[in-house]
């Protein structure tokens, strides 16, 4: 894997022209008013280097990561979310944070950002289901919130929640999962730098669709483990349920984590399908850990990965 990781990348690497040059002038007029949570992720971001952790590959396109999208409260379909998402409010969003932490409470967007103004970063990450994205996400690392809340010693999982609103997800009036949507991480994979919560993709706040206004990212497993529109994040001692564990056991364990070498039962995991390769998309192989086994394979040393899928 050496020289697939690669940490001099700029803004305009990942940014497409125009929104660089508006970046660029907005930053000469910004001046004064940076940081201090003013205007939020938007001015936070003008501070965002790329993570260490980026791949080089190149990224989707805009087009192709909002309107190829899973998020069922939305509907089922590929695209539903996209045509549906706008109905969801993200004023005034809070995320409560519980369970075993020394600051339990109710956090508002600018609460959770404030601290990581400096911090948030583009991570430029792969994404794999039976598909295959590359997106440039604005975010900052889960343990850097978890580490200002203080994570006491008997916590071993961290749980996550999405907002449930049947007035404004008009998925959720069908009973296609068990809502609200739920996922769940053991405190090392949450801890982990690769392990990021996001607030945006390209150089603009996360479009509803995708997650907004803040949602996990965990690259080196399945798609469905990254958790959208996080109303609630719990430290606990014992494994949480995740959503489509509890749908389907035999198909869905907790891990999750990507491996070509176990099947899914009604599909092989061996390749993915490269979204926006144009009409005839290729298909390719998928690696173990979707590539980022450097990073993260000492957290299942001594782990059966096939019987832990
Ligand atoms: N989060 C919620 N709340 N509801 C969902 O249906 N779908 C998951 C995950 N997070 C989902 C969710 C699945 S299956 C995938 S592949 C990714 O979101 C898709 O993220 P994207 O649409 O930004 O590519």
Redesign the pocket.
Known sequence: MAGRWKNDLNWSDVTPKAAWLNRRQLMAGAGALALGGIAGPALAKLNAAPSQYSTAEKPDSWEV?TT??????FGTGKED?ARNAHTLTTEGWQVEIDGLVDKPGTYTMDDILKGTSLEERIYRFR?V?AWS?V?PWVGFELSDLLNRVGVQSGAKYVAFE?ALRPDEMPGVNSRV?DW??V?GLRLDEAMNPLTILATG?YDEPMPN???API??IVPWK????????IVRITLTDTQPAT??NKANASEYGFYSNVNPEVSHPRWSQASERVIGGGLFAKRKPTLMLNGYGPQVADLYSGMDLKKNF
């Open positions: 990561v190829y999208n899973n998020y069922y409260e979310p994404c289901e994205m997106v999405t999962l609200p949507y996922e993709v669709q995708n997650g949602r996990l399945y798609g469905f483990k990254s958790i959208k529109s959503s489509w």
